[in-house]
Each structure stands twice: as structure tokens, then as C-alpha cells.
């Protein structure tokens, strides 16, 4: 029975020297004309109607090294994979149509083929850390981190999980977890109308950290944090070019969008406090026998939603890519000290900017968007989802080459054999931060067949309503939500309630009291989910 709950956020609003003002609470995150929404269950954002996905699949790709496909076997119960020897013989038609399907390769996680990648739909993993000069074997190693996504043709799923410390065990509970949760997702997705709702949507989301949760338990693998993202074609699709962006985050493997028009957003700005400075060590939550020997750890388990147009890149990323375009860990900025208001610590330089942690992340999401924009200089050309995986591996390479060239120096290893101190004064002034580092990015669209195409300009060929809100309203707007619980005025969704029609709940107007249609189960037990069966077991 997981009994673990779930963690309650206190709103908080704030205001930094930002060029936009930013405005966090429980309900949503507000960046110039973008909104995203975000809370602990499904019922803590709008809802929105969606259109069919169609099933048929253009890309499926994970890694590294297979990614999930190793370790699991086929899913049987899908077909596939050595067909019945007690078959009939002879040159029928069912005989015929038996042989084709024995000679299939077999289904794993939803998939037959993990290795059709292609520009629009891409991963990447690396490692950050030193090369043992003699050895030639990578600290850290394996790589812990593991990837997947698949394409359809209007609609896409990303996962990323993150394994915990170093080891095989941390290795083997990240693709348990990607196996497991992208198996259950893409048995909805394959049917074409089982997603009708954004709410569905995330309710589906949550039911595949179960199934991850329970495959990791299964095969007894240890910590790993996992981000799961569906980009799903609202409802009237055929008339509006929009889509919605819906997504679960357990632990620091953030999710992004990047729109070539409206910039960067994280959408898990929900999973953290902008307002306290996060420590790097603490993943603030993970899946696998972290109480008892085999309850997660929900502390940050966070559900979010947007809305985005053709041609935004969706892309998710481990904290080894997200944390090395922190400015403190670049060094060009210092830690804000409380105690000093605003000064740097004595023990920092003070030739660098002290940056509170707003700012940090508010800097970060720029550095982040620059590295994008200088890759489509280069390129002349709107970079594919390919191309941003691609760019921001080589970026985080770069910032930190100079720890890698230190440690690997034969000379230095013999220099200063002994003066383990003097090491560390030398890597604490360089930039960077080793660990693994992984992106998968989507671009999200209408596939028609051609990978280089620009969905953006095929869009703006059809006529661009704005995306229906349940509710007869004219787009995602706070103002235009449902009226909730009209009994009561301090419903999350009543318009004179927290969730007012600027999306901002002032801190003089918290409240701890939860609505009666506002949800969120406390613990992973309390989400209805049938089947945990997995196929995944260790070789």
C-alpha cells in the first residue's frame, strides 16, 4: 500500500528586475502572454477537449545503448515475436498471414522498431565526466540515464528517466521506469480516441509512474526520477493548428517547450521553488524502495499543462544538461546571500553578479535559448528536434571541457599526487558541472511524411481559430475556465476564488483549505490503475 503523500505548496508571488514580471503560485506560471498551469492532480488544471491521435507511428527511438529494449522481453500479448508451433501448414491464407506475423520482430514497450529516429523526433546521451587516460573507461559509468520517444502523426510522447547515483542498479531502474511507463502510455495512444481531455490525459500520465513503480520494484532496481510528456492535437484540430502539452515530473529532469516565436518555458516550474535555492545533490523526488524498501518518494511530483503552436520543439532534459546553464554553476554569477543582503559571500569573488534564485533560473532559460538561437544562425534555418538535442549536448560539453582536461591531465595526476586540496580549489574555479547529460526533443506537428518540413508555414496555410474551451470560451484563457465550485468562493476554478482571471493568487490571499473539485490523491496507490503487469525482467 503507498502511503507516502503527496507535498502541499504554499502559494508565493514575487517580483525580481526582470524584463517580464514573473508570478508563481500552485495553480499557474505566468511569462508575458504564456501560461502554463500546473498542480499535485489532474483536477489543478483547466480542462481541455482533444482531438483523435493517430496511431500510426513515424519514429520510435530510445536510448543509450537500446535504451529500454534492454533487459525487457517482447510484450506477448500484442503478437509477435516466434509465433505458434502448432500452426496449420499448407499455402492458405491463414497460413500465410501466420508466417508474416511469426517473422515480425517482436513488440516491446508498444514498439517493434526503437531504432527509427529521425529529425523530428531525436534523443541524445552523453557523458560528462573525465576519461581514465590509462583505463580509457569514463567515471561514472554506465550511463544512468535513459530516453524515449515516439512519433505518430499528430501527436508525440517523450520520456526521460534519470537513475539515481551511479551503478547498474540505478541504470537498470531508469529503463524499468521508461519501459514501464511508456508501454502503458502507448496502449492508449494506439487506440486513437481513448485520450478525450486533457484531464484524461494526465490521469493516464499518473497511472504510468505506476506501472514504473511497479516494473522497478519487479526486478529489483534502485532509485531513478522520471518526466513523461504527450503532446496531444486539441479538439477541432483539422481547423485549428494548436496542441496541448501535457506532462508529469517526478524529480529535476525538467521538461521544456521552445517556440522559434515566444521563446523558452519550463513547464515543470512547478516541481521548485523559485523562490529558494534548490540543491543540486537532492533530485526532491524518485520512484523505486525509497521508504520501507518500496515507496517512491512524491515530494515533487508535479502535473503541468500548456498550449502550443506547429513547430515548437518539445524536449525534455536530464539535470546534467539543465544545471550546467545555472550562472553560478557557469561562474558568472554567485549565490544571493540572504544574510548579507544581497552581497556575495565572503568567500566568493566579488567580481561576479551575486543572482537570487529566480534570477539564476530566469538567466539560465536564457542562456539555454541563446545556445538554440546561435544554432539556427549557423544552420540558416529553423533547427529540427534533432538539432536542438544536438546543440545543447555540444553546449554543456563545452562548459565543462576544462574539468574534464584537468582531471585527465597524466602530468597533474602525478603533479599533485597527495594534494587532494589543491585539486578541488582548482576544479571549484572552473566552470561546469559533471554528470550525465541526456535530451530527447519532439517537434510537434502534422507529420505528412516529409522530415524537414516546416510545420509552422504548412499551418499557417489553414484558417487558426483559437483552441475551445469546455464550456463554450474562446481559448485557454484564466478568465475563461469553468466556474468550479460555484458554492464556494474559494474554489480553485471560481472566478472569485484563488484562480482568478489573471492566473496570480497574492500571498495576502493563501489559503491551505482545498476545494471539493480539487483532488490530489496521497499516494500513488490512491490513482485507479488496473493492469501493472510489465514484461521487463533482467537478462
Request: proline fraction near 6%; aromatic fraction near 6%; glycine fraction near 8%.
Amino acid at each position: 500500500m503507498h502511503n507516502w503523500p503527496f507535498s502541499s505548496r504554499e502559494s508565493e508571488q514575487y517580483t525580481e528586475s526582470y524584463p517580464v514580471q514573473l508570478f508563481v503560485n500552485h495553480r499557474g506560471f505566468e511569462r508575458a502572454s504564456e501560461t502554463i498551469w500546473f498542480g499535485t492532480s489532474p483536477s489543478d488544471v483547466p480542462n481541455l477537449a482533444l482531438g483523435n491521435s493517430d496511431p500510426t507511428i513515424f519514429s520510435s527511438y530510445t536510448g543509450p545503448d537500446n535504451g529500454l529494449v534492454t533487459g525487457c522481453v517482447a510484450d506477448t500479448e500484442n503478437g509477435g515475436g516466434g509465433g505458434n508451433s502448432s500452426r496449420k501448414t499448407g499455402f492458405n491464407r491463414e497460413s500465410i498471414m501466420a508466417l508474416l506475423e511469426r517473422d515480425k520482430p517482436p513488440e516491446v514497450a508498444g514498439c517493434r522498431d526503437w531504432s527509427k529516429r529521425c529529425a523530428k523526433a531525436f534523443g541524445a546521451s552523453t557523458s560528462l565526466y573525465d576519461q581514465n587516460p590509462l583505463t580509457k573507461r569514463f567515471t561514472g559509468d554506465p550511463i544512468a540515464d535513459s530516453f524515449a520517444v515516439v512519433a505518430r502523426r499528430n501527436c508525440g510522447l517523450l520520456a526521460i528517466a534519470d537513475g539515481v547515483n551511479w551503478g547498474e542498479k540505478s541504470r537498470l531502474a531508469a529503463r524499468a521506469a521508461l519501459h514501464g511507463a511508456v508501454r502503458h502510455l502507448n496502449r492508449y495512444l494506439a487506440l486513437g480516441d481513448a485520450l478525450p481531455d486533457t484531464n484524461k490525459a494526465l490521469s493516464v500520465l499518473l497511472e504510468a509512474f505506476v506501472a514504473a513503480q511497479a516494473n522497478i520494484l519487479r526486478i529489483g532496481g534502485g532509485l531513478t526520477t522520471l518526466s513523461v510528456a504527450l503532446a496531444l492535437p486539441l479538439a477541432g484540430a483539422d481547423r485549428s493548428p494548436q496542441f496541448a502539452v501535457t506532462c508529469v515530473s517526478l524529480g529535476d529532469s525538467p521538461v521544456y517547450l521552445w517556440s522559434k516565436t515566444k521563446g523558452l518555458r519550463e513547464l515543470t516550474v512547478g516541481s521548485h521553488d523559485l523562490c529558494k535555492a534548490r540543491d543540486m545533490r537532492d533530485a526532491g523526488g524518485a520512484l523505486g524502495p525509497v521508504h520501507g524498501g518500496k515507496e517512491p518518494e512524491l515530494h515533487n511530483l508535479t502535473c503541468a499543462l500548456t498550449i502550443c503552436d506547429p513547430g515548437d520543439v518539445l524536449l525534455l532534459t536530464s539535470d546534467g544538461v539543465s544545471d550546467n546553464f545555472d550562472p553560478v554553476v557557469q561562474r558568472l554569477a554567485v549565490p544571493w546571500d540572504p544574510a548579507k543582503h544581497c552581497q556575495a559571500s565572503e568567500n566568493e569573488p566579488q567580481d561576479r553578479p551575486a543572482m537570487r534564485p529566480s534570477e539564476r533560473h530566469q538567466y539560465g532559460l536564457k542562456l539555454m535559448e541563446r545556445v538554440l538561437l546561435e544554432r539556427e544562425l549557423e544552420l540558416n534555418s529553423v533547427p529540427s528536434a534533432q538539432d536542438v538535442c544536438e546543440a545543447l549536448i555540444d553546449s554543456v560539453r563545452a562548459t565543462t571541457q576544462a574539468r574534464r582536461t584537468l582531471l585527465e591531465d597524466p602530468a597533474r595526476r602525478v603533479r599533485d599526487a597527495g594534494r587532494r586540496q589543491s585539486l578541488a580549489e582548482k576544479l571549484m574555479a572552473l566552470p561546469g558541472k559533471l554528470d550525465h547529460a541526456t535530451v530527447v526533443a519532439y517537434e510537434v506537428g502534422l507529420y505528412q511524411g516529409d522530415e524537414f518540413e516546416l510545420y509552422e508555414e504548412t499551418a499557417a496555410l489553414r484558417p487558426a481559430p483559437r483552441a475551445p474551451v469546455p464550456g463554450g470560451g474562446r481559448g485557454p484563457r484564466a478568465s475563461d475556465l469553468d466556474s468550479g465550485c460555484a458554492s464556494d468562493p474559494d474554489c480553485c476554478r471560481s472566478s472569485a476564488g484563488p484562480a482568478a482571471a489573471n492566473g496570480v493568487r497574492s500571498a495576502s490571499n493563501s489559503s491551505d483549505r482545498r476545494c471539493s473539485c480539487s483532488f490530489a490523491p496521497e499516494s500513488l496507490s490512491d490513482i485507479e490503475f488496473a493492469d501493472t503487469d510489465s514484461d521487463c525482467v533482467m537478462e
